[in-house]
C-alpha cells in the first residue's frame, strides 16, 4: 500500500527556494515606511539567526489550498547545527521528520512505512528553515524584501515582511516573516505558492541555545518497517 506522504510533505517542491528561512494606527507601521527601518530589520534578522546554535519550539502547521482540503497539524521542532532538525508531529496524527543534515527520514508509524531522501534532492517545505540556523542570506536569496503592511499578525505588535523568489523560481510567489521586533525572533513564517495555496508555521514556547543532543537527530529504521529510497526521477511520490 501506498504511503500518504502528502500529510508531511505537502507540496515539496518548496524547499529549494526558500533554504537559509493590527491596524494602521501601530506607530511601528508608520515607521515601516522607511528604507533604513526596513534594511536595519534584515540585518537583525541576518544577524541573530546567524548566532544560534539550536533551537527547540512547538509548532502549529496549516495548509491551505483552492484544490485540496485544508490540514493542521502541530508537535515540537528541534533545529541544531550544522543542517540538523527534527520535527515531531504530535496532532492529528504522529509522524516524524528528521534529517542529520545529509539524509531525510519521514517516519509513518501508522502506515509501518519509511521515507528517505537525500537533503540535496529534497524538496520538502521544511527544509528552509534551516535558515534559522543561519543557512542563506536574505538579500542574497529573495529578489526583492518589503513591509507586508496588508496583513496582520498572528501576535499583537510584531512585524511582518515580504520576501520574492528570484527570476527563474517559480514554485512559490513570496514568502511572509512575522517577527518579535525587540528581540527579532521569528513566530510565523507563510509560504505562498504560485497556484493560491499557503502552508503557514506559527511557532510558541521558543528555547534557544539548550545544548540539544546531536544523538537527537539519528534515525534507524525500526524493525518490521518497509524503508523506501526516494529518488527524484525514480516516480515515488512524497506528495504535492
Known amino acids: 500500500m501506498k504511503p500518504d506522504f502528502s500529510a508531511g510533505l505537502v507540496h515539496n517542491r518548496l524547499a ?6 493590527f491596524s494602521v494606527s501601530h506607530p511601528w ?14 540585518s537583525s534578522l541576518q544577524k541573530r539567526y546567524s548566532t544560534i546554535q539550536d533551537l527547540q519550539m512547538e509548532f502549529f502547521q496549516n495548509y491551505k489550498s483552492p484544490r485540496r482540503a485544508t490540514k493542521a497539524e502541530a508537535g515540537i521542532l528541534f533545529l541544531k547545527r550544522p543542517g540538523k532538525m527534527r520535527w515531531e508531529y504530535k496532532t492529528p496524527t504522529e509522524k516524524l521528520f528528521v534529517s542529520n543534515g545529509k539524509v531525510v527520514y519521514f517516519y509513518l508509524p501508522g502506515e509501518h512505512q519509511v521515507q528517505k531522501t537525500k537533503v540535496r534532492e529534497s524538496s520538502d517545505q521544511r527544509i528552509p528553515f534551516l535558515f534559522l540556523l543561519g543557512r542563506g542570506n536574505l538579500k542574497r536569496d529573495f529578489s526583492k524584501i518589503e513591509w507586508a503592511s496588508d496583513m496582520k499578525p498572528v501576535f499583537p505588535g510584531n512585524r511582518m515582511i515580504y520576501a520574492y523568489p528570484k527570476k527563474g523560481i517559480d514554485e512559490f510567489f513570496r514568502i511572509l516573516m ?20 499557503t502552508s503557514e508555521f506559527v511557532f ?37
Request: glycine content about 6%; hydrophobic content about 40%.
Open 16 to 21: 529549494l527556494i526558500f533554504f537559509f528561512i
Open 29 to 42: 507601521l508608520i515607521a515601516a515606511d522607511s528604507e533604513s527601518d526596513l534594511e536595519s530589520a534584515i
Open 204 to 240: 510558541t514556547n521558543i528555547r534557544e541555545n539548550i545544548g540539544i543532543k546531536a544523538n537527537l537527530f539519528d534515525f534507524k529504521v525500526p524493525p518490521n518497517v518497509e524503508l523506501l529510497e526516494n529518488d527524484r526521477d525514480s516516480g515515488v511520490d512524497s506528495g504535492g
Open 178 to 197: 512575522e517577527f518579535d521586533p525587540y528581540h527579532y525572533q521569528l513566530q510565523r513564517v507563510t509560504v505562498f505558492e504560485i497556484d493560491g495555496a
